[in-house]
C-alpha cells in the first residue's frame, strides 16, 4: 500500500526564514506533486515533478524530488507572510490494480510578521 | 477556461438524513474523482470514473455512499443516511483522461456538517 508521509505537520516560523518541508514515500512513483491550500479554499497545483532529480522553483518556493529515496523537499526562502497556508504533498501510485493520487497528512505552515 | 463547479458550497444536515452533491468538469475532461476531505487530513479519494464507468470505488462506503456520471459529464455523489463522521470537506476533480500523465484539477468543494 502506498503511503505518503510529510513532516511537520504543523511548521511556524518568522519572516525572512527558511525552512523546508518533507514528504516520504513508500513504494515507487513516477509522479509527484505539491499543493497550496488556503483556509476554506481548494487545492492549487504548485509543482509537478516527474523524475529523479527532479528540481522546480517558483518565487520563495522550490521542490526536488530524490526518487531513490523516496524524498521530495518543498523549500521555502526568506518566507513572507502570504506564504501562511497548508502545504500538501501528493504521490501517484497503482493501488489495488488502479492508478491514484495519494496525499500526505499536510503540512500547516504559519509565518508570522 | 472555466474550472471544476461544485454545489452546493455549503450543506448542514442532521444524521440519518440524506445529501447530494453536484460536479461539473472541465469541458473536455474525461476523468472524474471526487475526494473526501476530513478537517486536518489529506483528500481520500472516493471514486473515479473514465467517461461514465467507474475506474475504481474501493474507498467508497458503499453502504451509504453512492456517486453516477450518466452521460459522462455531470456527476452527483449521494450519502443515505449520513453518519456524523460524513462531516468533511467533497471535493471534486477532472482530468483529460485517465492515468498518471494527466493532472487533476480540483473544484472549490462542498463543506458538509452532519450534526
Known amino acids: 500500500e502506498l503511503k505518503v508521509e510529510q513532516n511537520p505537520l504543523f511548521l511556524s516560523m518568522q519572516e525572512g526564514k527558511n525552512y523546508t518541508i518533507y514528504c516520504n514515500y513508500s513504494?515507487?512513483?513516477?509522479?509527484l506533486y505539491w499543493y497550496r491550500q488556503d483556509p476554506g479554499k481548494s487545492l492549487e497545483s504548485l509543482f509537478v515533478?516527474?523524475?529523479?532529480?527532479a528540481v522546480k522553483q517558483e518565487g520563495r518556493l522550490m521542490a526536488s524530488l530524490d526518487t531513490k529515496a523516496r524524498l521530495s523537499t518543498l523549500h521555502i526562502t526568506a518566507a513572507v507572510h502570504d506564504l501562511s497556508a497548508t502545504y500538501f504533498c501528493?504521490?501517484?501510485?497503482?493501488?489495488?490494480?488502479?492508478?491514484?493520487?495519494?496525499f500526505g497528512q499536510g503540512t500547516r505552515l504559519t509565518i508570522n510578521p | 477556461e472555466a474550472g471544476v463547479a461544485q454545489s452546493p458550497r455549503y450543506k448542514i444536515i442532521e444524521k440519518r438524513q440524506s445529501v447530494a452533491f453536484w460536479c461539473n468538469p472541465i469541458?473536455?475532461?474525461?476523468?472524474l474523482y471526487w475526494y473526501q476531505q476530513i478537517l486536518g487530513q489529506g483528500p481520500k479519494l472516493l471514486i473515479q470514473?473514465?467517461?461514465?464507468?467507474?475506474?475504481?470505488d474501493s474507498q467508497l462506503p458503499k453502504d451509504r455512499f453512492s456517486a453516477e456520471r450518466l452521460k459522462g459529464v455531470d456527476s452527483t455523489l449521494k450519502i443515505q443516511p449520513a453518519k456524523l463522521e460524513d462531516s468533511a470537506v467533497y471535493l471534486c476533480?477532472?482530468?483529460?483522461?485517465?492515468?498518471?500523465?494527466?493532472?487533476?484539477?480540483f473544484g472549490p468543494g462542498t463543506r458538509l456538517t452532519v450534526t
Open positions: 515533478l516527474l523524475s529523479n532529480g
Open positions: 501528493a504521490v501517484d501510485g497503482i493501488i489495488q490494480g488502479a492508478q491514484k493520487l495519494v
Open positions: 513504494t515507487t512513483s513516477d509522479r
Open positions: 476533480a477532472s482530468s483529460l483522461d485517465l492515468g498518471i500523465s494527466y493532472e487533476q484539477y
Open positions: 470514473f473514465q467517461n461514465n464507468g467507474v475506474v475504481d
Open positions: 469541458s473536455g475532461h474525461a476523468t
